[in-house]
């Protein structure tokens, strides 16, 4: 137990305080409460005495950040939402990754009293109660978070590659461990040869939790999260373990060393690109398989057991409609091959396709990850073919943010201005 003068002389309120200037300094990929407890002099063991964790210390910055944004003022609706929003996003604006921090928390006190004080002004207006309650959730939950979020760009990056969240430098490591629990969905694992650091990843949404030390880097909490891309350095062998069951995940590991590869409580809509293996690496899905494509290098050696039956089985030049029992096949070279591939489902699969070829599945051919790439959404730019793009393409491309947002909002005003308007039942 620490000195009780430490706890005695610490408030809460001083945590926060200390935790929103370390915001500002290091961004969120930066918070992390040791480096709290040190902002703050303390051990870190004496946080745990004024917060349970650090979920519940992101919920006190957004109750914090939110504090600071003006309640809409009285008078005519109308501009009684339209100075809300401009007071809101210069509050976001006002602290790095603001945006994302109040995006996954918005049910405190402070939140609750700007809800109220939006929802009462639109009912005095006329609106009706569920206009009213969805105006505001639309107003205050997502339209200026998300706007503010997209203006901002998240965190700057870590060591490791632009625009990454999160990171851990590669320094003396040896060997990698990639740990997911608690599930994983809209998720991008990658290899990435240019990668200066272990690993570096980002996410939308509220960032999960994340832990670095000794080459195991541990992921929970990814249900907070809308999608994310996680890139592993090829300069350390890997072992990757997602649990909890894996939706629309993209695995590409073509490049990396790769020594395990497990997908615990089932998997479903996953495509998984390996590279050459090093003796025998084991691929193990727990719980069963569901449109699930595995690619290897062609000459690559691979053996493949499914416990309990499967239907619409691909297994390189083989296809299966149905098969029932236990499932064994390998290909001609395994038994003699030093390097080669393990594959097991326990459990049933269901359009299942294991094939070795010249091209693995790319990292986002399953619909997951954030952002639009290193050359941006208009690298490429036709003229010829988008005529009508190129004609914008300096304003999308470098676009007046602070006119932009008067747009988005004006169409949101002029919306809700049309349905008070309409007749009733209209």
């Known amino acids: 137990m620490e000195p009780s003068g430490e706890r005695v002389g610490l ?73 809300f929003a401009q007071g809101y996003r210069r509050v976001l604006l006002a602290h790095r990754d603001a945006a994302r921090v109040v995006a996954g928390f918005q049910s405190g006190p402070a939140a609750l009293r700007r809800y109220e004080r939006l929802i009462a002004t639109l009912l005095s207006a006329g609106f009706a109660p569920s206009d009213a309650a969805d105006a505001s959730v639309l107003l205050f939950g997502q339209y200026v978070p998300a706007f503010v979020a997209d203006e901002t760009g998240g965190a700057p990056p870590v060591p490791g590659g632009p625009g990454d969240d999160f990171g851990a430098p590669l320094e003396a490591v040896e060997r990698g461990e990639l740990r997911i629990a608690g599930g994983a969905s809209e998720l991008v694992i990658r290899a990435d040869p240019d990668l200066r650091a ?13 832990e670095a030390a000794q080459g195991v880097v541990r992921i929970g909490g990814l249900g907070h999260a809308r999608g994310g891309d996680v890139a592993l350095s090829t300069a350390v062998p890997w072992d990757v373990e997602v649990s909890g069951g894996a939706r629309r995940l993209s695995v590409g590991l073509d490049g990396a060393r790769v020594r395990s590869l497990v997908v ?18 084991p691929v193990r899905f727990g719980g069963g398989a569901r449109n699930v494509s595995i690619q290897r290098p062609p000459g690559t050696a691979c053996r493949v ?21 236990e499932t064994r096949w390998q290909s001609p070279d395994f038994a003699a091959a030093e390097d080669r591939y393990d594959i097991e489902v326990t459990g049933g699969a269901s359009r299942l396709t294991i094939g070795a070829g010249d091209e693995v599945p790319p990292a986002d051919s399953v619909e997951a990850g954030v952002g639009h ?32 947002f008067r747009f988005g909002l004006e169409v949101l005003l002029d919306g809700l201005e049309r349905r008070l308007q309409a007749p009733a039942g209209g």
């Open 198 to 210: 272990l690993f570096a990843a980002r996410f939308e949404g509220r960032p999960p939790r994340i």
């Open 373 to 404: 790439g290193a050359g941006g959404p208009l690298e490429g730019l036709s003229a010829g073919e988008h005529p009508s793009v190129a004609a914008v393409a300096d304003r999308l491309a470098a676009p007046d943010m602070d006119a932009r």
């Open 11 to 83: 408030t809460r309120e001083q945590v926060v305080r200390a935790a929103l200037d370390l915001l500002d300094d290091v961004g969120l990929g930066g918070l992390s409460m040791r480096g709290l407890a040190e902002r703050l002099g303390v051990k870190a063991a004496s946080l745990y005495w004024h917060l349970r964790d650090k979920e519940q210390l992101l919920d006190l910055l957004s109750e914090a950040i939110l504090g600071e944004v003006p309640e809409p003022a009285g008078g005519p609706w109308r501009p009684a939402l339209e100075g």
């Open 305 to 325: 057991r499914i416990r309990s039956g499967a239907s619409r089985l691909a297994l390189d030049d083989l296809y299966f409609g149905s098969v029932g029992g």
């Open 264 to 281: 615990g409580g089932g998997a479903s809509e996953v495509a998984i690109g390996l590279g050459r293996p090093e003796g025998t690496v």
